[in-house]
Nanobody, 120 residues
Framework: QVQLVESGGGLVQAGGSLRLSCAASGGTFSTSDMAWFRQAPGKEREFVADIRWIGGFTYYADSVKGRFTISRDSAKNTLYLEMNSLKPADTAVYYC?????????????WGQGTQVTVSS
């Protein structure tokens, strides 16, 4: 059974930094894409960044490009999101997602989320 557990969220002032982690267990991670999504109050869940298992290519939403960095440690089955120059608009619940092994497409596995609040 796949389990994803996010951590590292919290309250930070605008301009500050946070590092989110997502510990994965119970599945195949070395050949699966992984991603971060977020959902702000009253809004739909949106894509933040992902990292492909082939080549380690990364992709970012325009709103976070240049400020956030996604990375993974395959030996630890852990996904990270380094967030710098945070803005109040980044306030949201951040979710980790895991793709199916060897496939690119929808993410079937999700964590429970971690709250990030950026004060102005």
């Amino acid at each position: 059974q796949v389990q994803l557990v996010e951590s590292g969220g919290g309250l930070v002032q605008a301009g500050g930094s946070l590092r989110l982690s997502c510990a994965a267990s119970g599945g195949t991670f070395s050949t699966s894409d992984m991603a971060w999504f977020r959902q702000a109050p009253g809004k739909e869940r949106e894509f933040v960044a992902d990292i492909r298992w082939i080549g380690g290519f990364t992709y970012y939403a325009d709103s976070v490009k240049g400020r956030f960095t996604i990375s993974r440690d395959s030996a630890k089955n852990t996904l990270y999101l380094e967030m710098n120059s945070l803005k109040p608009a980044d306030t949201a619940v951040y979710y980790c997602a895991l793709g199916s092994p060897g496939r690119t497409g929808p993410y079937p596995y999700w964590g429970q989320g971690t709250q990030v609040t950026v004060s102005s």
